[in-house]
């Protein structure tokens, strides 16, 4: 691996941590379905749910879930994958080995996300493929909301120029 890629200082198996649990409010639910169009009375109509929905409530959108995973990450990492102020190194969402939706989070709910580093490789020179096993969690519930095996590139200064080219084309 390049010089760059010591400073994650990470090892396989290490867990990066757990994040602050975020409240689901109405109003995120509602703004999530009007960025993606996609207004589902499932999601966005409490009186609908409370006759219809076998939650009783709206449920958060599975993809707003998913969204949210980068907010709940950064509340676990920021601080040990800033490289400083002299360095440009950043993460690029890369997909998913495996991702499953395993209880809807409904409105008012409280969630967090659990991190592990479950893979680590160099693809190519300052370029490391993260792959990090997930656990958003439902506060007060055995079930998680979803898990998943997120793949994040990690861009350091030294990958910078090959991610540029491939960019340009």
């Not at 109003?27 to 219809?52: A, Y």
């Amino acid at each position: 691996m390049g010089q760059e890629s010591v400073q994650l200082s990470l090892k396989v198996g290490e867990a990066l941590g757990v994040s602050q649990w975020l409240e689901i409010d109405q109003t995120m639910i509602d703004s999530f379905g009007t960025s993606t169009r996609d207004v589902e009375p499932l999601h966005t109509d409490p009186v609908w749910c409370s006759h219809n929905s076998p939650y009783g409530r709206p449920i958060a959108y599975g993809f707003q879930t998913i969204s949210l995973l980068t907010a709940l990450f950064h509340d676990v990492t920021n601080a040990r994958f800033s490289g400083g102020e002299e360095t440009q190194n950043f993460p690029l969402n890369y997909g998913f080995d495996r991702l499953r939706l395993i209880s809807p989070v409904t409105v008012g709910s409280r969630i967090r996300g659990r991190f592990m580093l479950k893979d680590l490789k160099e693809k190519n020179p300052g370029e490391l493929l993260l792959t990090v096993d997930v656990q958003v969690d439902i506060d007060g519930q055995d079930r998680p909301a979803l898990i998943a095996d997120w793949l994040l590139m990690w861009v350091t200064n030294e990958g910078r120029t090959s991610v540029t080219r491939a960019a340009n084309g």
